[in-house]
């Protein structure tokens, strides 16, 4: 055996080359799945905390203000308003995307259930139209949670901008893409088209003047 680095020949040796390579050996971040992520929620990891699995990543959520918790009420009590038993409308309950994400959306009017997801949340197939409401969050919103539930196929994504006062509309979802084709911003005195032929007036989450 002589000194320095071993020589091994072959195709092995093609394969311990790219092991060693730099890239190879590049530090990379962890992501956790669902299981990892319930696993750490039973251990007490998040207690006292707020906090949603997307893309593999554990997002802590900034505390609500009033202003936000206002309008998720109010969109929650006037979609079951209009919709009735027609559909179920979740407020801050998770829904699943995949094995990487399982977000809590403000509100998720979703497919009915006999059981109300008593043995499972609602998965991406079972939500037809998700809404976010949006005060300190709005880049997020935008940006990696668009594209989470539009590569899961959410049909229909809002994002209720509390300061701007207007909702911006996400439909035609690219799957592929991560994407959604089409966005439409509406504001105060237009309407919100609802699952079953409904619409919601902007006018009752939108922040009062």
């Known amino acids: 055996m002589t000194g320095g680095r071993a020589r091994i020949a072959g ?3 093609a394969m311990y080359d790219a092991f060693m390579s730099p890239a190879a050996s590049s530090p990379a971040p962890h992501r956790f799945t669902r299981e990892e992520y319930h696993r750490m929620g039973e251990a007490g990891l998040f207690a006292n905390e707020r906090v949603e699995l997307l893309d593999g990543a554990i997002i802590t959520m900034s505390p609500q203000k009033s202003a936000h918790a206002s309008a998720v009420s109010r969109a929650a009590y006037s979609l079951i308003r209009l919709l009735g038993s027609s ?3 979740r407020a801050q309950l998770p829904i699943v995307l995949d094995d990487w994400s399982e977000p809590e ?4 009017i979703c497919a009915p259930e006999p059981t109300h997801y008593q043995s499972a949340h609602p998965t991406a197939a079972d939500a037809l139209l998700v809404l976010e409401i949006a005060e300190s969050s709005l880049a997020y919103d ?3 949670k668009a594209a989470a539930y539009a590569r899961s196929g959410i049909p229909m994504y809002c ?7 207007q909702v911006e509309v996400m439909t ?4 592929a893409a991560g994407r959604h084709r089409r966005s439409e911003i509406r504001t105060e005195g237009q309407d919100l088209p609802l699952p079953g032929g409904a619409a919601l007036a902007l006018a009752e989450i939108l922040p009062a003047r």
């Open 87 to 89: 559909f179920l409308v």
């Open 159 to 165: 994002v209720v901008d509390l300061t701007a006062r």
């Open 105 to 108: 959306p403000d509100v998720a």
């Open 11 to 13: 195709p092995v040796s």
């Open 172 to 175: 035609e979802r690219d799957r």
């Open 142 to 144: 935008r940006g990696q």
